[in-house]
């Protein structure tokens, strides 16, 4: 649709019927207006998988791995893929607007919703971001970018105020927004937080940069509940205020309109710009066509298997114990609570229920059956947190199938509605007319004696009973307005009751319906303590009785989550001691993180192999077990530099001072505080091995290039191993910043430049160093130093056993400039740059030299 019919379609409109479009009508839908033949738009979470409408364990979806793992892959290609993946999710599902991708970033490890960024860097943030984007739009739907902007925490994270300033804004916040406005994104969503005392709904930074400079065509929509004032949002560039049919813009803005209050022009440009999207994904006639359509040759679980192993990060191989030789092996013991209740996805809004999980126990033992013998051992007691309640030791007292009876009630306690339901935690109960109730209510069989720890979930009123007995009652009002703690993730209200094993117990929780209290209601267990020391002992009999050791650990719901930051980088309940414990009775020990973030690994130096898995969507088992057993070579890179302690972080604040979380570190967050930081991380970011060795051999870069204008760098390396591999090749640079305390200011000296030279002239071949065994640890304060360092450009190579190749890396006209915060601009500091090549930011053996010469007159 041209420009002129969408604006023949805004002039059908009265001012009401205007003012109506721009405030949701229900949670996930907008208002449809048949005065122009627009039906509603549907949104769904969906960073990891496509949700929908409901919130229904029943409503199954795939589930990709984390965004974190995706960064880890350094693979646009496979993202973009997996983005037509994600498409044709929503299409099945009805969905027209993606939320989706978050480009905040890793600033801090501590932030609690690292599991659904990509990385601690805006470049390769932006180009995953810009992968994702594509992919999914040519699918036919809309991607969001998301949160706009400086929303890296989760601590007050709707009321927070960012302090930030605009060369950092720009050199890094933004940037990856930018990158997904250049990729086309049809979407932005404005974020909850304060931006230098500015909430991002009124922001004016959404309509410079974001709609005037980079020339922005979409709607921003409002994060879920961001609108919470009427004028300045509405004078604002924000367009759209989710969810409804409740908003400040849907009470008072049509009277502020004709009040003259707001201009008239403000809502037509907002009108038009959902107009646009509206017809982008075929609201306003038939459905776009997937100009990419996804259809793996393995389906869809198989690209989800095999991005698994992208993702996964081989930190440490001494010895090269992996991949492990399926011949040679006769058992192996599998390790952890998490080998059995791996975390595929993070906790929160974007959460999404799968059809189906392939646990790292099931997917070991499919892989070596017929082979080796497969033993597992939980090594650690059941953890002390209620779980909601699951189908395998509970019924429905109704009709007897797995699961629970789900019952909505009137006040005088007659049932209006009943439901069978697959969990015990319901966040989204069917909504009823009338009902003031919701009660769960299961036989669960205990499988031990002893004193179960129950719980209910929810806000107002709560009880619940166990066999006709009334055990808790209470009134609990909600404590935050936060969306994900009030609707998505109550607390728990807890009771201890002796149960006995194999006797079956009624249990029944009920929640009142009060108004302001959401509706999710949770019915969960927890069984008696064990003993530490006996499952302990068990894992270390089976580890020492067995070839190899496979040992899984991880992060749990509670300490890595939506809506709070972490307290700790260290793994929960006893998990370092039990790796320890694992790796003294089996030199053949092999360790699997799973988590969405950086975790201190105080025991990395005595287990031989080391993987990062992040949470790895539902092919968990099967994609580790290809990495296990060679069949796949681990893929993943360090998208984010991971510390050796928490004391050691150089940026770790999440928590705001008198509500302000000042970004006091300026631009430099990840690697590049490290490089000034006097203690070096445990792992580089970009660091990663892989199943075979390479040798970096050369170098070549132009002699000088015109500022503005992009370049490329050859890189020349041979594959020294044994197999076929993939290495990722990464390019940074330093260099001097525009000289002087006028360099970002009008009163600056003139640049100076030498003579310009003829772009791509006189290549320059650089000698290789010999990489350092360690990371490095430069003290360099001079910010032409490692200090300055910064990833320009990357690609990534394949090679045969001895075969010796050309990584080409494009370097962006951009990547030496930096933003004066005086002249509102992009400058450049002609000179001699440095370019650093290699395979982390802490092993870089070559390096040349470019000059930057005076870009010509604009």
């Not at 049809?186 to 004016?204: E, F, K, L």
């Not at 609201?283 to 793996?296: D, F, K, N, Q, S």
């Not at 445990?682 to 040798?695: D, E, I, K, P, Q």
């Not at 004066?820 to 992009?826: G, L, N």
């Amino acid at each position: 649709m041209t420009e002129e019919e969408i604006g023949h379609l805004l002039e059908k409109l009265d001012l009401r019927q205007k003012v109506r479009l721009l405030t949701g009508a229900s949670t996930w839908r907008t208002h449809a207006e048949p005065a122009v033949g627009l039906r509603a738009l549907t949104f769904s979470d969906g960073p990891a998988g496509v949700r929908g409408e409901a919130w229904d364990e029943r409503d199954t979806s795939l589930v990709l791995p984390s965004p974190s793992a995706l960064g880890a892959s350094w693979d646009e290609e496979l993202v973009r893929e997996l983005g037509g993946l994600l498409a044709r999710e929503a299409r099945r599902k009805g969905v027209d607007v993606l939320l989706a991708p978050t480009l905040n970033l890793h600033r801090s490890p501590l932030g609690g919703r690292h599991f659904e960024c990509f990385s601690e860097d805006p470049l390769l943030t932006g180009r995953t971001g810009a992968a994702l984007v594509r992919g999914v739009q040519d699918g036919g739907v809309a991607a969001t970018a998301k949160h706009f902007v400086a929303n890296d925490a989760e601590t007050d994270r709707l009321s927070v105020d960012v302090r930030v300033g605009e060369r950092t804004l720009r050199e890094v916040y933004l940037a990856p927004f930018e990158a997904a406005v250049e990729a086309g994104a049809w979407a932005v969503m404005s974020a909850y937080n304060r931006v230098n005392g500015v909430t991002m709904a009124a922001g004016p930074l959404l309509a410079e940069p974001l709609k005037s400079e980079w020339g922005f065509t979409g709607p921003v929509i409002s994060d879920w509940g961001a609108v919470r004032s009427l004028l300045d949002t509405a004078r604002a560039a924000q367009d759209l205020a989710m969810p409804g049919p409740d908003s400040p813009w849907a009470d008072g803005l049509l009277d502020a309109v004709e009040k003259g209050l707001v201009p008239v022009a403000a809502i037509d440009d907002k009108v038009r710009r959902l107009l646009r999207l509206a017809d982008r994904v075929g609201a306003l006639g038939e459905r776009p066509v997937a100009r990419r359509p996804v259809a793996p040759e393995a389906g869809p679980r198989g690209l989800l298997r095999r991005a698994v192993a992208a993702g996964t990060v081989l930190l440490r191989n001494e010895g090269e114990l992996l991949p492990l030789d399926p011949a040679r092996l006769r058992s192996v013991a599998v390790v952890g609570p998490h080998a059995t209740a791996v975390r595929i996805q993070g906790g929160g809004s974007a959460e999404v229920f799968p059809a189906s999980v392939v646990s790292p126990l099931a997917g070991i033992t499919a892989a070596l059956e017929g082979t080796a013998e497969v033993t597992y051992a939980p090594g650690l007691p059941p953890g002390a947190l209620p779980a909601p309640l699951e189908r395998g030791w509970t019924r429905d007292p109704r009709d007897g199938e797995p699961g629970v009876l789900v019952r909505q009630l009137d006040a005088g306690g007659k049932e209006l509605h009943a439901e069978h339901r697959l969990s015990g935690r319901i966040v989204e109960p069917a909504r009823v007319p009338g009902a003031r109730t919701v009660e769960i209510r299961a036989l669960i069989r205990p499988d031990r004696d002893g004193e179960w720890t129950l719980a209910v979930g929810g806000w107002g009123p709560l009880s619940l009973s166990v066999a006709g007995r009334t055990v808790l009652t209470g009134t609990f009002p909600p404590d935050s307005d936060d969306p994900t703690r009030v609707h998505v993730a109550p607390p728990y209200r807890t009771v201890r009751v002796g149960l006995s094993a194999g006797a079956e117990v009624e249990v029944v929780a009920r929640r009142g319906l009060d108004p302001g209290t959401g509706v999710a209601t949770i019915l969960a267990a927890a069984p008696p303590p064990g003993d530490p020391a006996a499952e302990l002992a068990a894992a270390v009999a089976a580890a020492r009785d067995a070839d190899t050791a496979v040992v899984v650990v991880g992060t749990t719901e509670e300490s890595e989550s939506e809506g709070r930051d972490r307290d700790s980088l260290a793994l929960p309940d006893g998990q370092d001691a039990l790796v320890r414990a694992v790796a003294r009775a089996n030199p053949r020990t092999v360790v699997i993180v799973n988590a969405g973030g950086p975790v201190t690994l105080p025991w990395r130096a005595e287990v031989p192999a080391l993987l990062l898995a992040w949470f790895p969507g539902q092919e968990a088992g099967d994609g580790l077990a290809d990495v296990l057993l060679g069949h796949a070579e681990p893929g993943g890179r360090l998208p984010t530099t991971w510390a050796a302690a928490h004391e050691d972080v150089p940026v770790l604040r999440t928590r705001p001072q008198e509500g302000r979380l000042r970004y006091a570190e300026g631009p430099y967050i990840g690697y590049r505080a490290w490089l000034r930081s006097d203690t070096p991380p445990a792992y580089w970011f970009g660091h990663g091995l892989g199943y075979t060795t390479w040798s970096y051999r050369a170098l070549e870069a132009p002699a000088r290039v015109r500022a503005g204008e992009p370049f490329e760098v050859r890189i020349r390396l041979r594959n020294t191993g044994g197999r076929r591999g993939r290495e990722v090749v990464q390019l940074y640079l330093s260099g001097p910043e525009a000289p002087g305390p006028g360099a970002y200011g009008p009163e600056a000296p003139g640049p100076g430049a030498p003579p310009a030279g003829a772009p791509g002239a006189g290549p320059v071949e650089a000698s290789p160093r010999e990489p350092s065994g360690g990371p490095p640890s430069p003290r360099v304060p001079s910010p032409a130093g490692p200090a300055a360092r910064r990833l320009v450009g990357y690609t990534a190579v394949v090679a045969d056993p001895g075969e010796e190749v050309v990584a080409v890396v494009r370097v962006d006209g951009r990547a030496p400039a930096h933003w004066s915060e005086v002249r509102h601009d992009w400058v450049y500091a002609p000179g001699d740059h440095t370019l650093h090549g290699g395979r982390s930011v802490g092993d870089l053996p070559l390096e040349a030299t470019v000059g930057l010469s005076q870009a010509p007159p604009s």
